[in-house]
């Protein structure tokens, strides 16, 4: 998440795409105690994030304790190493939270990488109370997902030009992220993020070029 894109960290393009969502009012980067975290608090810093740290493996923890210190209505997940979220994502799904009363919802067949989730600080709470399991306390809605009858949830389908559960822009290797460079330096950038559809369009060129 510290590697640059164009000048930006991936953490950066992470932050800088959720703030652009105008249902989120602050993005905060959680992250473990491990001294080998500090750089990531550095750069959150250096971007005027605030910043939580908590548990390393207890993830679920770790967003139920930040919860707790920054109050939201409604948490917003999302992974730091996903430089590509669809913004339009992040406000349809919190905008059925409250027109439906979900306690949780996402899109499925996204790309993989530009989904988002969004779960009520009561059900994350009761995650926290309640999941024992250690794959649980690891994935922060795994819980939710596997007990279904517990929760209020929905699980929605994106626009059509924006359903491509095959193609990968979140970055977990090094081919992942020369993929997704090519795909973010292809498009000039101005002082906001463009939509995600553009990058798809991007995206289907490139794999026509390489077949």
Request: hydrophobic share 45%.
């Amino acid at each position: 998440m510290l590697l640059k894109i164009g000048g930006k960290t991936i953490l950066e393009r992470a932050i800088w795409r959720l703030r652009a969502a105008s249902a989120i009012d602050e993005v905060v980067v959680l992250t473990t105690t491990l001294d080998d975290d500090d750089p990531i608090v550095l750069e959150a810093e250096r971007i005027e994030a605030p910043v939580h740290r908590g548990p390393e493996l207890d993830v679920l923890k770790r967003f139920q304790q930040a919860a707790r210190r920054f109050r939201p209505e409604i948490v917003i997940r999302s992974t730091a190493d996903n430089p590509l979220i669809d913004i339009g994502s992040v406000d349809r799904i919190v905008r059925a939270i409250r027109a439906s009363d979900l306690e949780f919802c996402m899109e499925n067949s996204l790309p993989v990488g530009a989904a988002t989730e969004a779960i009520t600080c009561d059900a994350l709470e009761k995650s926290d109370q309640e999941a024992r399991d250690p794959a649980h306390r690891e994935h922060v809605t795994l819980y939710v997902k596997e007990n279904l009858n517990q929760f209020r949830v929905a699980f929605l389908s994106p626009p059509d030009a924006l359903c491509r559960p095959d193609l990968r822009i979140t970055v977990d290797t090094p081919e992942d992220f020369l993929f997704v460079e090519d795909l973010i330096l292809a498009l000039p950038e101005g002082n906001h993020p463009l939509p995600l559809e553009q990058y798809l369009r991007v995206a289907e060129a490139l794999m026509r070029a390489r077949t």
